[in-house]
């Protein structure tokens, strides 16, 4: 997948990936707090000791939160490395390597599955198989929880394109065109609250499972 030319430096030098984290991260207060946006809502949603799963869970700093608030935490994502650091850093997370939108899991089993940051990095199709997969994961009357770009009004908007075009994968333009709300409905998800972050260039979204599912 093709991304921008800081995205391909911070592959290859971890300090350029955090320093951009924590730049862009400034108005919402900073990475650490970037990190628990989704895991606050997935937390006030469950039950306490719940089995949640943090999907795209890379090195594990959106999976934290919830480790701290007691759930019982899965983290799966496609990176071997991002996994190594993960287990160093959270030895009570449960890890699994595969593919987001073909994860080797169990159907039904999660209270609740977070998505921070990840979305926008997928391509079209890949994107509806993962959002339909999670809809396979989730208990009847579980939660997922978004935590994505959103299109900025205009005054932002001129830089976050340049964000975009210097540290973000070639998807996520596409994802800020998209109709969320819309794509969810169709692979099997209600909307149920949105908020948004950044002077609406972040969005935060809880979505319910409708019934019956969507076809695979
Ligand atoms: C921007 S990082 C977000 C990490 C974490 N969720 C957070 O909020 O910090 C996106 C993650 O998605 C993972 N990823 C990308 N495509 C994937 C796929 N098809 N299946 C599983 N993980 C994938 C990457 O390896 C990376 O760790």
């Known amino acids: 997948m093709r991304a921008g030319p800081l ?20 108005p919402v207060g900073g ?20 089995a949640v799963l943090d999907l795209c869970c890379g090195s594990g700093e959106a999976a934290a939160p919830l480790l701290a608030a007691g759930l019982a935490v899965t983290g799966l994502d496609i990176s071997d490395r991002a996994l190594e650091l993960a287990a ?19 159907a039904g089993a999660w209270a609740g599955i977070q998505l921070s940051l990840a979305l926008h990095e997928f391509p ?22 978004l935590l994505d770009l959103h299109q900025a009004g205009p005054l932002l908007a001129p830089l976050q394109q340049l964000f975009c075009n210097l540290f973000e994968t070639e998807t996520a333009q596409a994802f800020l065109a998209l ?21 609406g260039a972040l969005q ?13």
């Open 31 to 50: 990475p650490g707090r970037l990190r628990a946006l989704a895991a606050e809502w997935l937390i006030e949603s469950v039950a306490p000791g719940a």
């Open 179 to 199: 109709n969320l709300e819309a794509e969810l409905a169709a692979c099997g998800w209600q909307l149920e609250r949105r908020q948004l972050f950044a002077a």
């Open 88 to 106: 160093r850093r959270h030895p009570r997370l449960q890890l699994v390597q595969g593919l987001a939108e073909q994860p080797p899991l169990a």
């Open 204 to 216: 935060r979204l809880l979505c319910r499972p409708l019934a019956p599912a969507p076809c695979p």
């Open 124 to 145: 079209a199709s890949e994107r509806r198989a993962l959002l339909r997969s999670a809809r396979r994961l989730i208990q009847p009357g579980g939660v997922l929880v």
């Open 7 to 26: 995205r391909q430096l911070a592959y290859r030098h971890r300090w350029i990936y955090d320093g951009v984290t924590a730049l862009s991260s400034l």
